[in-house]
């Protein structure tokens, strides 16, 4: 299985502006998926790639942008998968981080951890996915290292190893000190980038250092990283892998220092596929049976189709072009004749595809997030949810003839998982739940943009939902009593719409018997 161990399926986490489109930009461009030639064009070329990103995402609404990023260096399959960028967290950005194996979180120099970098980090550590830290713009004014690795590891309560440590920030940036390799690299040309200059030294005493360094800088260096390499715990493979230790690579992805370090250290540290977590239980990579599961659906991708796209994970087992995986609780066989994989922006034609990698499966809507296929139908990957919405609004169509459109509309951004949408029990107006105020703003755009449905958000009488179980005489009981606050879910489940978190408390206190899920696995 050594495609299997050779695979590294990842994401980026960070916070708005902190560098993570450079950074990916960067990746992408020393992992080999981006050719160019010469600074001049490499400017121009970065610069077209972001832009054709931003035109995307312009087009389909801020939820959007390449989902999965795949390239490959010295015999290494990196999978890149991207999370939405802006800053309310959404349940797609959770669900893309359930189908990756670790995770580089990037960080400001000059801002330390953010609020966004830290949602996203809990997530990841609910499921112990292992992070490598980046902390970017050190060519830029920062604060001390020092202050850096400590906010690190005191607020996400981590281990944090520093592998690089960069000579002077901002006007005084040097170059950045390889701590493991012993090695220097040098900024080089007017706009000081790393274009490959490196000095190896015998260590941190090294006379060469202050050959090329100022008095300062080199002074600073030796009296620093001497002291962060025993004031902080060294690199442990295991402790890193459980999720308890992070190491941390200082750099710029704009000047290109600490790249190709962060490339080497996913290819050398990162974890290849992990079992996941299934019912009856965990699958290992090794697996015979192909398995996967759907962790994103992307409608529209293409204006002039209708067609949809499910992100699949693969999870066990050898891919093959044209093979039959079965939806696991609903429907036939599916023949999946055009398989996509990701090489960088193009989509190509997959023959092949191994545990880890992302297949994009063009479907007409039988596939939805959630969703577990598989060769026998045997397995139910588990740890999937959906999340009890935080703000619930009721859609008024502004041209009554809509109905039709608007529910198609609904019930497919539901599908990909960015909407919930509800279907109250009394009254004819859907009402729609979101984990954030931003996608709102998404949704209304999208309904005019890709529906031309003119529609608006009315304040629904309820805050948030929670899906009730139990008895079936004790739920008929508490339905009957409650229906003017009770919907059915896309599948149908029932849903209790309540006025605050409060009244969950206490209609939960007075029906015992009946359970109030805040989430619910697919
Ligand atoms: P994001 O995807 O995380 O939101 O961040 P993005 O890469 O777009 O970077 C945000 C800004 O930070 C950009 O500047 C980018 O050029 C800059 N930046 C990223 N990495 C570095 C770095 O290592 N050093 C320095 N000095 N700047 C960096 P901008 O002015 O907003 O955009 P642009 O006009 O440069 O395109």
Same mark, same amino acid.
Request: aromatic letters at 8%; glycine letters at 8%; proline letters at 6%.
């Given at each position: 299985?050594?495609?299997?161990?050779?695979?590294?399926?990842?994401?980026?986490?960070?916070?708005?502006?902190?560098?993570?489109?450079?950074?990916?930009?960067?990746?992408?461009?020393?992992?080999?998926?981006?050719?160019?030639?010469?600074?001049?064009?490499?400017?121009?070329?970065?610069?077209?790639?972001?832009?054709?990103?931003?035109?995307?995402?312009?087009?389909?609404?801020?939820?959007?942008?390449?989902?999965?990023?795949?390239?490959?260096?010295?015999?290494? &399959?990196?999978? /890149?998968? $991207?999370?939405?960028?802006? #800053?309310?967290? !959404?349940? +797609?950005?959770?669900?893309? *981080?359930?189908?990756?194996?670790?995770?580089?979180?990037?960080?400001?120099?000059?801002?330390?951890?953010?609020?966004?970098?830290?949602?996203?980090?809990?997530?990841?550590?609910?499921?112990?996915?292992?992070?490598?830290?980046?902390?970017?713009?050190?060519?830029?004014?920062?604060?001390?290292?020092?202050?850096?690795?400590?906010?690190?590891?005191?607020?996400?309560?981590?281990?944090?190893?520093?592998?690089?440590?960069?000579?002077?920030?901002?006007?005084?940036?040097?170059?950045?000190?390889?701590?493991?390799?012993?090695?220097?690299?040098?900024?080089?040309?007017?706009?000081?980038?790393?274009?490959?200059?490196?000095?190896? &030294?015998?260590? /941190?005493? $090294?006379?060469?250092?202050? #050959?090329?360094? !100022?008095? +300062?800088?080199?002074?600073? *260096?030796?009296?620093?990283?001497?002291?962060?390499?025993?004031?902080?715990?060294?690199?442990?493979?295991?402790?890193?892998?459980?999720?308890?230790?992070?190491?941390?690579?200082?750099?710029?992805?704009?000047?290109?220092?600490?790249?190709?370090?962060?490339?080497?250290?996913?290819?050398?540290?990162?974890?290849?596929?992990?079992?996941?977590?299934?019912?009856?239980?965990?699958?290992?990579?090794?697996?015979?049976?192909?398995?996967?599961?759907?962790?994103?659906?992307?409608?529209?991708?293409?204006?002039?189709?209708?067609?949809?796209?499910?992100?699949?994970?693969?999870?066990?087992?050898?891919?093959?072009?044209?093979?039959?995986?079965?939806?696991?609780?609903?429907?036939?066989?599916?023949?999946?004749? !055009?398989?996509?994989?990701?090489?960088?922006?193009?989509?190509?034609?997959?023959?092949?595809?191994?545990?880890?990698?992302?297949?994009?499966?063009?479907?007409?809507?039988?596939?939805?997030?959630?969703?577990?296929?598989?060769?026998?139908?045997?397995?139910?990957?588990?740890?999937?949810?959906?999340?009890?919405?935080?703000?619930?609004?009721?859609?008024?169509?502004?041209?009554?003839?809509?109905?039709?459109?608007?529910?198609?509309?609904?019930?497919?951004?539901?599908?990909?998982?960015?909407?919930?949408?509800?279907?109250?029990?009394?009254?004819?107006?859907?009402?729609?739940?979101?984990?954030?105020?931003?996608?709102?703003?998404?949704?209304?755009?999208?309904?005019?943009?890709?529906?031309?449905?003119?529609?608006?958000?009315?304040?629904?009488?309820?805050?948030?939902?929670?899906?009730?179980?139990?008895?079936?005489?004790?739920?008929?009981?508490?339905?009957?009593?409650?229906?003017?606050?009770?919907?059915?879910?896309?599948?149908?489940?029932?849903?209790?719409?309540?006025?605050?978190?409060?009244?969950?408390?206490?209609?939960?206190?007075?029906?015992?018997?009946?359970?109030?899920?805040?989430?619910?696995?697919?």
């Amino acid at each position: 299985m050594t495609q299997t161990q050779d695979r590294r399926t990842f994401a980026i986490i960070s916070h708005p502006d902190a560098g993570k489109t450079t950074l990916t930009e960067k990746l992408l461009y020393f992992g080999g998926a981006i050719h160019l030639a010469g600074e001049v064009k490499a400017r121009g070329q970065a610069r077209r790639a972001r832009s054709d990103w931003m035109k995307i995402e312009q087009q389909r609404g801020i939820s959007v942008t390449s989902s999965v990023m795949t390239f490959e260096r010295e015999g290494i &399959t990196f999978n /890149l998968l $991207d999370t939405p960028g802006h #800053e309310d967290f !959404s349940e +797609d950005t959770y669900r893309t *981080l359930t189908a990756v194996d670790s995770a580089v979180m990037v960080i400001d120099v000059a801002k330390g951890i953010e609020s966004q970098t830290r949602k996203l980090f809990e997530v990841c550590r609910l499921r112990s996915v292992p992070i490598i830290t980046f902390v970017n713009k050190v060519d830029r004014e920062g604060r001390e290292n020092f202050e850096t690795l400590d906010e690190i590891a005191d607020l996400l309560a981590l281990d944090v190893t520093p592998m690089t440590w960069p000579v002077g920030l901002g006007g005084q940036f040097e170059g950045v000190y390889d701590l493991v390799g012993n090695r220097l690299l040098l900024p080089e040309g007017p706009s000081r980038e790393f274009q490959g200059k490196v000095i190896q &030294t015998t260590g /941190l005493d $090294d006379p060469k250092l202050d #050959e090329v360094l !100022s008095a +300062d800088g080199v002074a600073k *260096l030796r009296e620093d990283a001497e002291l962060a390499m025993v004031g902080y715990a060294p690199f442990d493979a295991t402790a890193y892998r459980n999720g308890d230790l992070t190491p941390v690579y200082f750099g710029s992805a704009l000047k290109q220092f600490g790249v190709d370090a962060l490339i080497g250290a996913l290819a050398e540290h990162a974890p290849p596929p992990r079992p996941q977590p299934a019912e009856p239980e965990p699958v290992a990579p090794t697996r015979d049976e192909v398995t996967g599961f759907v962790f994103k659906v992307q409608a529209n991708m293409d204006p002039n189709h209708r067609d949809r796209i499910a992100f699949m994970r693969l999870c066990s087992g050898t891919f093959k072009r044209g093979m039959k995986l079965t939806p696991t609780g609903h429907g036939k066989p599916i023949a999946i004749h !055009s398989p996509i994989l990701f090489f960088a922006q193009d989509r190509e034609i997959a023959d092949e595809a191994f545990p880890g990698d992302i297949i994009g499966i063009p479907n007409h809507g039988t596939l939805r997030v959630g969703d577990t296929m598989s060769e026998k139908g045997s397995v139910r990957f588990t740890g999937l949810p959906n999340f009890a919405p935080e703000i619930l609004r009721r859609v008024a169509l502004k041209d009554p003839t809509k109905t039709k459109q608007l529910r198609k509309a609904l019930d497919d951004m539901a599908e990909e998982g960015v909407t919930q949408v509800f279907y109250p029990e009394i009254g004819a107006n859907l009402v729609i739940g979101v984990v954030g105020q931003l996608q709102l703003d998404v949704l209304i755009s999208r309904l005019e943009a890709e529906y031309k449905v003119a529609a608006g958000l009315e304040m629904a009488p309820f805050e948030t939902a929670r899906w009730v179980t139990g008895d079936p005489a004790k739920l008929k009981e508490f339905t009957d009593i409650n229906r003017a606050a009770m919907a059915k879910d896309r599948d149908g489940n029932p849903v209790f719409m309540a006025k605050s978190a409060w009244e969950v408390g206490y209609v939960s206190e007075r029906y015992p018997d009946v359970k109030f899920a805040a989430t619910r696995e697919r």
